[in-house]
């Protein structure tokens, strides 16, 4: 299984950013794909996360309203479009899969058995 992110950078606050997600080796559609983020000094958290088959998707509460994950099946990716960024969001950002989620555990981080490297996201004042 590979998961590679791409689509991170600095920006200033109020800005936006899209992270895309490009997943190989497992049936795509089965699986539970998030994205997830840590800041130095923080625990991972879980940010984002949508089933590739149906579609559902969850959301922390600190970005409800600004993040939207979607994805693209025929392209196996998965996309985290984000917007009005805050320093706050400053992290690195990873997306993660697995199957057989509930959807109580969709944005629990030690649910998730597939990572990515990460890509940095970094936002000024």
């Known amino acids: 299984v590979q998961l590679v992110e791409s689509g991170g950078g600095s920006v200033q606050a109020g800005g936006s950013l899209r992270l895309s997600c490009a997943a190989s080796?497992?049936?795509?559609?089965?699986?539970?794909m998030g994205w997830f983020r840590q800041a130095p000094g923080k625990e991972r958290e879980g940010v984002a996360s949508?089933?590739?088959?149906?579609?559902?998707?969850y959301y922390a509460d600190s970005v409800k309203g600004r993040f939207t994950i979607s994805r693209d099946n025929a392209k196996n990716t998965v996309y985290l479009q984000m917007n009005n960024l805050k320093p706050e969001d400053t992290a690195m950002y990873y997306c993660?899969?697995?199957?057989?989620?509930?959807?109580?555990?969709?944005?629990?981080?030690?649910?998730?058995?597939?990572w990515g490297r990460g890509t940095q996201v970094t936002v000024s004042t």
């Open positions: 993660a899969a697995d199957d057989g989620m509930l959807p109580i555990q969709a944005l629990a981080v030690d649910r998730y058995k597939y």
């Open positions: 080796g497992y049936t795509y559609r089965r699986y539970c």
């Open positions: 949508i089933y590739t088959g149906g579609g559902s998707t």
